[in-house]
């Protein structure tokens, strides 16, 4: 099944400055996810602006239908975030319920979830 990773593509981090920086950090958040996530078996993105989490920011989601979805929060743009972000997708697809167990996280999401949302009752 497949599992999509939502990403904010309007966070900013503090001293975020338009004239010195066009992109807003979700921007290139995302732009680094979408890279690492090309060709990858059952990992899907998309954009959004705004998760209402704009204190926290860069923000993303990982869901798939009938399982647990994450929002992981507090993530500087970068290869390294996404590249932990897409693992941890990739291994949320694989899994049943969307459960990843903690010694198989990647280094770069621990530290990162803000919430965990249970499927809705008809999904279940
Ligand atoms: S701007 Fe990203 S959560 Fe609001």
């Not at 958040?29 to 078996?41: N, P, R, S």
């Not at 989490?53 to 970068?78: D, W």
């Not at 697809?93 to 770069?108: D, I, L, T, Y």
């Amino acid at each position: 099944m497949t599992t999509t990773i939502t990403i904010c593509d309007t966070c900013k981090l503090e001293g975020w400055d338009v004239e010195k920086q066009p992109q807003t950090d979700g921007e290139r958040l995302a732009i680094e996810i979408e890279a690492a996530a090309q060709g990858v078996d059952g990992v899907k993105t998309r954009r959004h602006s705004c998760l209402m989490g704009c204190s926290h920011g860069c923000n993303i989601a990982i869901q798939a239908e009938g399982k647990l979805t994450y929002v992981m929060g507090r993530f500087e743009p970068g290869s390294d975030a996404a590249e932990g972000i897409v693992e941890y997708a990739g291994k949320h697809a694989a899994s049943e319920m969307g459960q990843v167990p903690f010694r198989e996280w990647p280094k770069a999401v621990k530290g990162h979830f803000v919430s965990r949302i249970p499927t809705l009752p008809s999904a279940e």
